[in-house]
């Protein structure tokens, strides 16, 4: 949320530096099917920003030319981009590892049934977001009726095949606290998520991811209305732990908008703190090496290294039981 960067780069954060790009992010549009609490994207139904297919060949030029291992898609719902498969055929012919940041529930929604088989075939890893395996929780943060539709979801992926380690089809599910603080302990959460979900609904995954909320747009927005957000940045400030630097996703990922413009993370293109510093096409880099070059921080950026850490591919660290090096107390609770 735009309001919040003033505060936000108020806040000092260690500078850090980019390793080898290894990782393309691209956000296919803000369009989706729910209107989360904790979207820090700000995504929702009536969203029509969504990234055309001139961009996405400028994409894939870019993959080919900078020998790019990863292509980590987001929304939205990126599903809901007409472009979606297409992209996805011709990274997977270049022999990149796909990755679908999915709302499970968007399979239940009509025309959508074609997702897990289509996933499937081209060998993508699934990172579905399922913010609690507890009903009440999951709609308070994304509407009556987001739970069960999850669940089908999730097991209509299940039927494909995907979270059985005789496949290879990585199904993993992230988790997002509901209220103002740090996730819990990443390891003991996802066996509680893993009993649970095997338990009332035969449900199998491969990893949990646990990440932060971050303190912008959406999720911003709620904390300013109810006066908590000086609280929640004392909060990541005071639990910042400085071994995860290391780790960070912004070392070796690099965010592309709808419009082909390109940020040091997600997190950073929704505050539109280009790459730099500027407004940076993703058509200017196709030949340039970014290795070593800066990345833009500011107090958000504590939401990935406060506690046991927090990225796309959720904890960077191993928690030290309850508490942070700082002290905060992780919540207990899913």
């Given at each position: 949320?735009?309001?919040?960067?003033?505060?936000?780069?108020?806040?000092?954060?260690p500078?850090?530096?980019?390793d080898?790009?290894?990782?393309?992010?691209?956000?296919?549009g803000?369009?989706?099917?729910?209107s989360?609490v904790?979207?820090?994207?700000?995504?929702?139904?009536?969203?029509k920003?969504l990234?055309?297919?001139?961009?996405?060949?400028?994409?894939?030029?870019?993959?080919?030319?900078?020998?790019i291992?990863?292509?980590?898609?987001?929304?939205?719902?990126p599903e809901?981009?007409?472009?979606?498969?297409?992209l996805?055929?011709?990274a997977?012919?270049?022999?990149?590892?796909?990755?679908d940041?999915?709302?499970?529930?968007?399979?239940?929604?009509?025309?959508?049934d074609?997702?897990?088989?289509?996933?499937?075939?081209?060998?993508?890893?699934v990172?579905?977001?399922?913010?609690?395996y507890?009903?009440?929780?999951?709609?308070?943060?994304?509407?009556?009726?987001?739970?069960?539709?999850?669940?089908?979801?999730?097991?209509?992926?299940?039927?494909?095949?995907?979270?059985?380690?005789?496949?290879g089809?990585?199904?993993d599910?992230?988790?997002n606290p509901?209220?103002?603080?740090?996730?819990?302990d990443?390891?003991?959460?996802?066996?509680?998520?893993?009993?649970?979900l095997?338990?009332?609904?035969?449900?199998?995954?491969?990893?949990?991811?646990?990440?932060?909320?971050?303190?912008?747009?959406?999720?911003?927005?709620?904390l300013?209305?109810?006066?908590?957000f000086?609280?929640?940045?004392?909060?990541?400030?005071t639990a910042?732990?400085?071994?995860?630097?290391k780790?960070?996703?912004?070392r070796s990922?690099?965010?592309?908008d709808?419009?082909?413009?390109?940020?040091?993370?997600?997190?950073?293109?929704?505050?539109?703190?280009?790459?730099?510093?500027r407004?940076?096409?993703?058509?200017e880099?196709?030949?340039?090496?970014?290795?070593?070059?800066?990345?833009?921080v500011?107090?958000?950026?504590?939401?990935?290294?406060?506690?046991?850490?927090?990225?796309?591919?959720?904890?960077?660290?191993?928690?030290?039981?309850?508490?942070?090096?700082?002290?905060?107390?992780?919540?207990k609770?899913a």
């Amino acid at each position: 949320m735009r309001d919040t960067l003033p505060r936000l780069e108020a806040i000092d954060f260690p500078a850090i530096r980019r390793d080898r790009l290894t990782t393309l992010q691209m956000n296919l549009g803000y369009l989706c099917n729910l209107s989360c609490v904790h979207c820090h994207v700000a995504a929702g139904p009536n969203r029509k920003e969504l990234m055309d297919w001139d961009t996405m060949e400028t994409a894939l030029a870019f993959m080919e030319r900078q020998k790019i291992e990863t292509l980590d898609v987001t929304g939205g719902s990126p599903e809901m981009n007409p472009h979606f498969r297409e992209l996805f055929r011709h990274a997977h012919a270049m022999g990149v590892q796909l990755m679908d940041r999915c709302n499970p529930t968007i399979i239940e929604e009509p025309g959508y049934d074609w997702i897990p088989g289509f996933l499937a075939e081209h060998r993508v890893q699934v990172v579905a977001s399922l913010p609690c395996y507890q009903s009440d929780n999951v709609e308070k943060q994304r509407g009556k009726g987001s739970f069960d539709a999850s669940i089908a979801g999730l097991q209509k992926l299940n039927e494909q095949g995907y979270g059985d380690p005789d496949t290879g089809l990585e199904l993993d599910l992230v988790y997002n606290p509901v209220g103002a603080h740090l996730p819990p302990d990443q390891t003991q959460l996802e066996a509680d998520y893993r009993e649970f979900l095997w338990e009332h609904f035969g449900l199998r995954f491969n990893s949990l991811f646990a990440i932060a909320n971050m303190p912008i747009k959406r999720w911003g927005s709620l904390l300013l209305s109810t006066n908590q957000f000086d609280d929640y940045m004392e909060t990541l400030q005071t639990a910042h732990r400085t071994a995860n630097l290391k780790n960070v996703m912004c070392r070796s990922l690099i965010s592309v908008d709808w419009q082909g413009y390109v940020y040091d993370c997600d997190f950073n293109q929704m505050l539109d703190m280009g790459l730099g510093g500027r407004r940076t096409h993703l058509s200017e880099l196709l030949d340039r090496e970014l290795q070593g070059n800066p990345i833009r921080v500011a107090g958000h950026c504590y939401g990935c290294t406060a506690g046991q850490g927090s990225s796309c591919g959720g904890a960077l660290s191993e928690a030290e039981g309850e508490a942070t090096a700082g002290g905060f107390k992780l919540a207990k609770q899913a």
